[in-house]
């Protein structure tokens, strides 16, 4: 079909549900066309402008819930992101401000989660010279300390003193004001000197102690955040399970106490939800290329972000190649080239970018 006669099929199929679908096929094969005839696009497809990141997902959020106050079904809508986790605490702040149901799945260190902070500061303050901002932050784990508020004294007293070690800190903590012995510690310190294996079992009780605390007493059903930290306990327990089994087939494989702190911090947890019934959906644009959606907002649409710029090859640059290939009379592609389509294409499509 040539250029004039898409232009005269959307002219015919506009106020017709066909436009959209006309649109998106005309544009998907005359994309990256060098003179490509422009085609108005009606209400299919829509440019939105914002100042910076966060207002951008303001504005991306301002007209999602006007279609979900407009009768949308929230899985009919979805935003997609270059690197949504790089985008996660922004938009939980922001959708979850203009309350928002939506599912973004990713993927957060260890370390980021309650339960996974409270482990390796604990690892930190009995085998390693840990601050006392690692004992502070073992104490703050959820379900630690039944009165968090100790936690909150025990700063006040170490930053007057101008403490800066956890050994200063629990002296603070057990002498000066009096609270209980911090036997976790012992216990640690005690495994460590009995033998890696020993050191293994004992940290695997206290990863299933700490987040068995704050559930004592009851049965719930976990919410969000508890969730996190139940996968956290999953992958943190199956970690030191393989450790453990390594080190009984070899002894020589024993991690020292840096190397198994540093090991358990580059543990990963699937956090988040799952796309479903109720939710937006928040992904990564690859990850929505089999998905029907009614409405779809393309975030992050400045210049180097997306489509994002190719790495240049390591030897040669493009023109290089380009040169060399064309005095040998061959053909090469250069980077980033490739096919590039767009298919099932939803009746509204949002791209958005923001200024820097």
Request: net charge neutral.
């Amino acid at each position: 079909m040539k250029s004039a006669e898409d232009a005269a099929l959307v002219g015919a199929a506009s106020g017709s549900s066909l436009t959209t679908r006309l649109v998106w096929a005309i544009g998907q094969r005359r994309l990256f066309e060098e003179d490509p005839v422009r085609v108005a696009p009606g209400g299919a497809v829509r440019l939105l402008a914002a100042g910076g990141e966060r207002a951008e997902v303001e504005l991306v959020a301002a007209e999602v819930l006007a279609l979900l106050r407009d009768g949308r079904p929230a899985e009919e809508i979805a935003v997609a992101f270059r690197a949504p986790e790089r985008s996660a605490a922004l938009v939980e702040q922001v959708f979850g401000a203009y309350g928002i149901p939506y599912a973004l799945e990713r993927r957060i260190a260890f370390g980021h989660t309650a339960l996974g902070r409270g482990l390796l500061a604990l690892v930190r303050c009995a085998l390693l010279d840990g601050s006392a901002d690692d004992l502070l932050t073992w104490l703050r784990t959820p379900g630690k300390l039944d009165r968090p508020e100790l936690a909150d004294a025990l700063e006040v007293a170490v930053r007057r003193a101008g403490i800066r070690r956890a050994a200063e800190a629990r002296r603070v903590w057990e002498e000066d004001q009096g609270r209980f012995p911090l036997e976790e510690l012992d216990r640690l310190q005690g495994a460590a000197q009995a033998g890696p294996l020993a050191l293994l079992e004992e940290l695997q009780r206290r990863l299933a102690a700490l987040f068995a605390r704050p559930l004592r007493g009851r049965a719930p059903v976990l919410e969000a955040d508890e969730l996190v930290d139940a996968r956290a306990l999953a992958v943190g327990a199956a970690a030191i399970a393989e450790l453990h089994a390594l080190v009984r087939a070899d002894p020589r494989l024993a991690p020292d106490p840096p190397a198994l702190a540093a090991l358990l911090a580059t543990l990963e947890v699937r956090a988040g939800e799952r796309p479903g019934p109720g939710r937006v959906w928040v992904a990564h644009p690859l990850s929505l290329r089999a998905r029907r959606c009614r409405a779809l907002f393309l975030c992050g649409l400045q210049e180097g972000e997306f489509p994002r710029r190719p790495r240049p090859d390591p030897f040669l640059a493009d023109g290089d190649r380009r040169e060399l290939a064309q005095a040998a009379g061959q053909c090469v592609r250069s980077q980033g080239s490739g096919n590039r389509s767009v298919h099932g294409a939803p009746p509204m499509t949002l791209p958005s970018y923001h200024g820097k």
